[in-house]
């Protein structure tokens, strides 16, 4: 099988910590791809597309010479390496954040304590970046793994690495002192693909899909029950929600209310609700939200 010049190419990370989270979304996309197992490219059986697997590091040249039209790779890795590529949507998985550390027992407290300092990272851009808009004039020492032993093996002061649980720098006695980069799995484009009509429509076609889905999992559809004098205040708590769905029970004077409820409000709203009056309440997760 070879790749098809017609169709959109994707590059996903082949093994790693964004494969299952980019396959995932594939899915929630409505794509069916054949199994990738132990293969470098896959077609899509449903939609006019194609998906190569890389390691995370080579996503960005691949889609900046236009290998592929578009890439799913971390933010971090993005910006380490610096294409020309154009960052289309951030995913909600594979989220960290890049951050300087130190020994617990240095008596170092902020990066502005590291000038003279060494500083051992594989993101020697990003960190040199943050280290010069700040004015602190440290060493960068690229490393390309295990950056967390480096201060006991005394090659460095402190690191600049990804923490997700911090478990790593526990382990290592050390602790964070400042974050560089706040980093998530993010959807890339060449940019020459967009300037392709064909492909744009192709592309924008496979972003509402994607985003329907992120939309809808920062959303819960809540159903309740309450007496009809309650309804102005229910709707008071539901400000910035659309009109909810009011349905008259068998039982007189009584209402049933559906609304869905963002993520972020979801206890406020739940416990303003109950106050109110609203009883029963069922809470059902989104599947899609298509705007
Ligand atoms: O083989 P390939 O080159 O494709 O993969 P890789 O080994 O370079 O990357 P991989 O799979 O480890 O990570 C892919 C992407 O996942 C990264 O570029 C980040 O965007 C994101 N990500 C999310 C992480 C982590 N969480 C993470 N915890 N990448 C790395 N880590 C490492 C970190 O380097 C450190 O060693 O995990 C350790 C810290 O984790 P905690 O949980 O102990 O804090
Ligand atoms: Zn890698």
């Known amino acids: 099988m070879k790749l098809n010049g017609e169709n959109l190419k994707i590059s996903i990370q082949k093994k790693g910590r ?22 470098l490219f896959s077609r899509c059986s449903n939609y006019p597309m194609d ?8 996503i960005p040249e691949y889609v900046q010479d236009g290998v592929t039209d578009l890439g799913i790779v971390g933010l971090n890795v993005v910006e380490e390496k610096g294409n020309q590529v154009a960052k289309l949507d951030y995913l909600g998985f594979g989220t960290c954040e890049l951050c300087i550390a130190v020994p617990k027992a240095s008596g170092l407290t902020s990066a502005f304590d590291l000038s003279g300092k060494r500083i051992a990272t594989s993101y020697p851009r990003i960190t040199g970046a943050y280290l010069e808009k700040r004015g602190i004039d440290a060493r960068v020492i690229e490393i390309s793994g ?7 093996l005394d090659v460095a002061d402190a690191i600049c690495d990804i923490v997700s649980t911090g478990s790593t720098l526990r382990l290592h006695e050390l602790m964070p002192i400042e974050v560089v980069l706040k980093s998530e799995a993010v959807l890339i484009a060449n940019q020459e693909s967009l300037r392709n009509p064909r492909k744009v429509a192709l592309i924008e076609r496979l972003r509402a899909r994607i985003l329907s889905h992120l939309e809808a999992k920062k959303t819960k559809y809540v159903m309740m029950n309450a007496p009809e004098s309650a309804l102005e205040q229910i709707r008071g708590i539901l400000p910035g929600m659309k009109s909810p769905t009011i349905v008259p029970l068998a039982e007189e004077g009584m209402i049933a209310v559906h609304t869905a409820v963002p993520e972020d409000v979801f206890w406020d709203v739940i416990e303003a609700l109950k106050a109110a009056g609203a009883t029963d309440l069922l809470v059902v997760p989104v599947e899609k939200m298509v705007v």
């Open 51 to 58: 998906a190569l697997y890389l390691r995370d590091d080579d």
């Open 18 to 39: 964004l494969s299952q989270g980019s396959q995932e979304l594939f899915k929630a996309a409505g794509l069916d791809f054949e199994s990738s197992d132990g293969r």
């Open 146 to 152: 295990s950056v967390e032993i480096t201060p006991s």
